[in-house]
């Protein structure tokens, strides 16, 4: 009579075991995605601070007929957008982009005095901490936010200055023109988190949401 509840708690205990071992492995796996050296939000800050700068300028110089722009001195990945940026809002103000300087009425020099990311912390609480431990590498302590805020903020300082291309008489400069772009995050008592930003259009970027089924795109023909 005693033979069968040890059998079937044997049974239990090994049904058990397969579970966990099986929730082990579930909980093991992962997909590896490739990190690229600058995160996309740095890019949106400083492309976005690129814009409104570009913006004013063009405001500011006020240029219409045939342009040419002159980027000689504007080097860099970033940089090449800023000056993208400022032909299309030449552009939508009237001016003429010609591909040659031989032709143009204007020649429009830009310089690009600043085009990156700032970043600002500030914490009420206790900061992580590295703590040596001996035949180990150093653990840290987590950090302990009553309250914290995280400002990060793209800066672009752009100017341009026009003259003729015949005389080379000043047609117009711009003076420095300048774009900023800002992504704010706030801790508050630990778990409270909250954040704002000016980098995309409300609704343009949803998050996922993990009860809702994401219908397979099939490829064009």
């Given at each position: 009579m005693g033979f069968f509840p040890t059998e079937t708690a044997s049974r239990a205990r090994a049904g058990a075991a397969t579970l966990a071992a099986a929730l082990l492995l579930a909980a093991c796996s992962s997909s590896q995605v490739t990190r690229p050296a600058r995160t996309a939000t740095e890019q949106l800050l400083i492309s976005t601070a690129a814009d409104k700068a570009a913006e004013r300028l063009a405001q500011t110089l006020s240029i219409q007929g045939s342009v040419y722009v002159d980027a000689a001195s504007v080097e860099g990945y970033d940089n090449k957008y800023a000056v993208s940026a400022i032909r299309d809002a030449l552009l939508r103000r009237g001016a003429r982009i010609l591909s040659s300087r031989d032709g143009a009425d204007?020649?429009?020099?830009?310089?690009?005095?600043?085009?990156?990311?700032?970043?600002?912390?500030?914490?009420?609480?206790?900061?992580?901490?590295?703590?040596?431990?001996?035949?180990?590498?150093?653990?840290?302590?987590?950090?302990?936010?009553?309250?914290?805020?995280?400002?990060?903020?793209?800066?672009?300082?752009?100017?341009?200055?026009?003259?003729?291309?015949?005389?080379?008489?000043?047609?117009?400069?711009?003076?420095?023109?300048?774009?900023?772009?800002?992504?704010?995050?706030?801790?508050?008592?630990?778990?409270?988190?909250?954040?704002?930003?000016?980098?995309?259009?409300?609704?343009?970027?949803?998050?996922?949401?993990?009860?809702?089924?994401?219908?397979?795109?099939?490829?064009?023909p």
């Open positions: 204007t020649v429009v020099e830009l310089r690009v005095g600043a085009l990156s990311v700032d970043s600002e912390n500030s914490l009420v609480g206790i900061p992580s901490i590295n703590v040596p431990l001996p035949m180990t590498q150093n653990a840290t302590t987590p950090e302990i936010s009553l309250f914290k805020k995280e400002l990060t903020q793209g800066v672009a300082k752009v100017a341009a200055t026009a003259y003729d291309r015949k005389t080379g008489a000043l047609v117009a400069s711009s003076g420095p023109q300048y774009g900023f772009s800002n992504k704010a995050e706030w801790v508050l008592l630990l778990l409270l988190r909250w954040g704002s930003n000016d980098l995309l259009p409300s609704g343009e970027r949803p998050a996922p949401v993990p009860w809702e089924t994401m219908e397979a795109v099939p490829p064009d």
